[in-house]
């Protein structure tokens, strides 16, 4: 079995996805993701007819996401026709998926070259309405497994933990902190390009979604933002939030204790990689920054939602054959304030290894592109401070996780 090699990493920056208010909105999504891959192909020299496949995490595949953006955006990037696309839903975990997926083809053999990435235009999705449950709508499922909201998981998840709101507003004002200085320090600005209108104009160069200086006294104001959604309807069963609660835990009293300030962002944002085998970056010169280590996919509990990231952590190590100490830094996606900090209570990992530059709290989670541009960023750390390897996992709905871990060469 041959290595897969990733040669680079971009991305966009991460624009507020909100209709009308953002800096991307109005722009299509396949133009977003476009411009990730012509950057990605044109600063490597790629030949582009000889890009085997595109392998692109998206969450919400509808109307201008859907029809395979990954090849529609390949052709509007300029590509070669003969490169092939495919588009991939493991929700929150499908940028992870996308570059697992593409390390896989290289190293069973199947093909060479592969860009690997994800995009998610939340300021576009969310002006569609209401998509529906998440169990689209399957009743007899719902009977087996009811899955409630992320957020209100999120706040049974702490409250079966021991977490408190202090507990998770301090973990949002560190997020925030990290990445101000991240930011600052430029820790970003190998992966990140601008993004243009398609008049040609800049629409955006910096992340747009920090709130830098925010301190605990601020975020203490928040109300929190779940507990509204309790009594409201799922879908047009009339099935609310507060009875599928119910179904999995009777009569559990729980306290409501996230809010923007410790919840990940509604961001838009792309990402891409490039993944070779050895022998066709050896050919045409492409010098590696990393090798795919080891991939693994977790599932649990539907109804818990967010807590697989440390199950996953520990299948991937098992299948590499590592260990938590042979990990220089990991990367937890800030779905929420009490994913990482069970993450870290379960797996009793050093937080100053976790999340350095901040994460999704502080910069947001374009859902299908997260995952992509977390491997990027873990890659660009390893470098900037010498070390070696890094783990990279996400919660997923419907109680999943993938990890992956990846190692500089």
Known sequence: MTEAWIIDAVRSPRAIGKPGKGAYSGIHPQYLLAQVLRAVAERNHLNTAEIDDIIVGC????????????????????????????????????????????ASS??????DLIIAGGVEMMSYTTSLGPQGHVDGGNLKLRELHPMSNVGLAADLIAKEEGFTRLDVDKFGVESQRRAQAAIEGGHFKRSLI??????????????????????????????PAFGAL???????????????????????PF?????????????DGAGALVLASPQYAKARGLKPRAKIVAAANSGGSPAHILNQPGPAARKVLKRAGMSLNDIDLFEVNEAFAVVVLKFLKDLDVDPARVNVNGGAIALGHPIGATGSLLIGTALDELERIGKSTAMITMCAAGGMAPAVIVERI
């Open 59 to 102: 969450s919400m595949q509808v109307k201008k996401q859907g029809t395979c953006i990954a090849r529609m955006a390949a052709l509007t990037a300029g590509y070669d026709v003969n490169a092939s696309g495919v588009a991939l839903d493991r929700f929150c975990g499908s940028g992870i998926t996308a570059v697992s997926m593409a």
């Open 230 to 252: 309790m009594d409201v309807a799922v879908d047009e069963t009339g099935t609310t939030f507060r009875q599928l609660i119910e179904a999995r835990w009777p009569g559990v």
């Open 106 to 111: 290289i190293m069973a053999g199947f093909e």
């Open 194 to 223: 601008p993004i243009l209108r398609e008049d040609g104009t800049l629409a955006l160069d910096k992340e747009e979604y920090p709130r830098p200086g925010t301190t605990l006294e601020s975020i203490s104001q928040l109300k």
């Open 255 to 267: 306290e409501h204790i996230h809010h923007a300030g410790n919840s990940s962002g509604v961001v």
